[in-house]
């Protein structure tokens, strides 16, 4: 079955730099990738999403890019500020009959900005 | 707008007693419904998912079933819970369209101790 592997597990950055979270897939047939933003106690909250007919997509500080041949793509964000910290999780998705699509989790990257 | 609901958002049972979480979508019909549990720091784990009443699917075999009464209600339950079912419950929706991928919106979770 399909698999998502995410790296760092723990990222620790400056408040103003950038911060990458990288994450591969295993299943070809994965065409959909959003990312989720955890804050503690919360659910996951959708803040970008890319489909495997786009290498890049960008939302302001935040950006993330595909690279289907090697099957990894990966979250980009700048100018990070305090208020984005919080656990990141990515995911890879196919598309099931019956229009359901099934997402599989990394296991999460714990983002901290420190002012 | 479409809204997700989840309770109750925190709840503590003590071993062998039944469990029954609700899920309630609302401003969207016919959508695809799901459970899933996060395990402290670790990734989602997907339990179940509906694309329609009466139809669920099991993804990994455990002590919960989940059931759709209605239209846009998914309930999570168990008849005797274990310690091994302790963790965080979160219900998520995404809108059936066919040939398409399309986002997964979460509800604020509920967090079970199973003492």
Known sequence: GENVEQHPSTLSVQEGDSAVIKCTYSDSASNYFPWYKQELGKGPQLIIDIRSNVGEKKDQRIAVTLNKTAKHFSLHITETQPEDSAVYFCAASSLFSGGYNKLIFGAGTRLAVHP | ?115
């Open chain 2, 1 to 115: 707008s479409q809204t997700i609901h989840q309770w109750p958002a925190t709840l503590v049972q003590p071993v062998g007693s039944p469990l029954s979480l609700e899920c309630t979508v609302e401003g969207t019909s016919n959508p695809n419904l799901y459970w899933y549990r996060q395990a402290a720091g670790r990734g989602l784990q997907l339990l179940f998912y509906s694309v329609g009443i009466g139809q669920i699917s099991s993804e990994v075999p455990q002590n919960l079933s989940a059931s759709r009464p209605q239209d846009r209600q998914f309930i999570l339950s168990s008849k005797k819970l274990l310690l091994s079912d302790s963790g965080f419950y979160l219900c998520a929706w995404s809108e059936r369209r066919s040939g398409q991928n399309t986002e997964a919106f979460f509800g604020q979770g509920t967090r079970l101790t199973v003492v």
